[in-house]
């Protein structure tokens, strides 16, 4: 039995504009951010979607909210789904970060199986531990449907380099507000389209 899952980064936000590190802290959507997720609600009314399955950070509920308006489907919170803990790095920006912490800034990014969480927060092992139980426990519980999976940057990498079994650093970027779909059946996975921004990144070609 097929089961789809649609993995969607949050919109645009402040502090992504600001070059500065959320991880459990928030910032709010942009105008721009709460367009992506308008736009991508209205690409997915096709799709026939069963459930949203969401981050409880502030602007995955959000990005949620406004793809609800075109979906009006059931839509649960999930901790696991959580950006990683960033510690002492949250609310810091990428040049405070990479001048105070040079080593470890540069595992996180090229090397995260070496990073070793020094910042006070989690390592990639442990998130991808907890983000991998809420999707096992999503194709259990909700097997042949549709699910729409909100979640972050460095969460989505991990749960789709942790289901095809390929090493986080071999993955390309997780844009704002992209779209991953990933198709299980019979113990195989089919990546349909990987980090998808066209919902958005077409209007902005078109200057609309």
Not at 87 to 96: L, N, R, S, V
Not at 108 to 128: A, I, R, Y
Not at 170 to 181: A, H, Q, R
Request: glycine share 6%.
């Amino acid at each position: 039995m097929k089961t789809t899952i649609y993995f969607i980064r949050h919109g645009e936000t402040v502090w992504n504009q600001m070059k500065k590190m959320q991880g459990l802290k928030n910032s709010e959507l942009t105008d721009k951010g709460v367009e992506q997720a308008t736009l991508l609600g209205e690409k997915l009314v096709t799709e026939k979607v069963d459930i949203i399955c969401t981050s409880p950070s502030i602007r995955a509920v959000k990005t949620s909210e406004l793809i609800n308006r075109s979906l009006n489907v059931p839509v649960m919170k999930d901790d696991g789904f959580q950006e990683i803990d960033m510690g002492d790095w949250e609310g810091k920006t990428y040049d405070e970060i990479s001048r105070k912490y040079p080593e470890e800034w540069e595992l996180f990014w090229h090397e995260p199986l070496k990073f070793k969480g020094e910042n006070h927060g989690e390592t990639f092992k442990e998130l991808g531990e907890r983000s991998t139980n809420s999707i096992n426990e999503i194709l259990e519980v909700l097997e042949g449907k549709t699910v729409a999976i909100v979640s972050h940057r460095i969460t989505i990498k991990t749960m789709v380099s942790e289901i095809l079994g390929k090493p986080l650093n071999e993955l390309e970027d997780v844009l704002p507000n992209s779209l991953t779909k990933i198709v299980f059946d019979e113990g195989k996975q089919d990546v349909e389209f990987y980090s998808d921004i066209s919902h958005y990144n077409n209007k902005d070609e078109k200057g609309v």
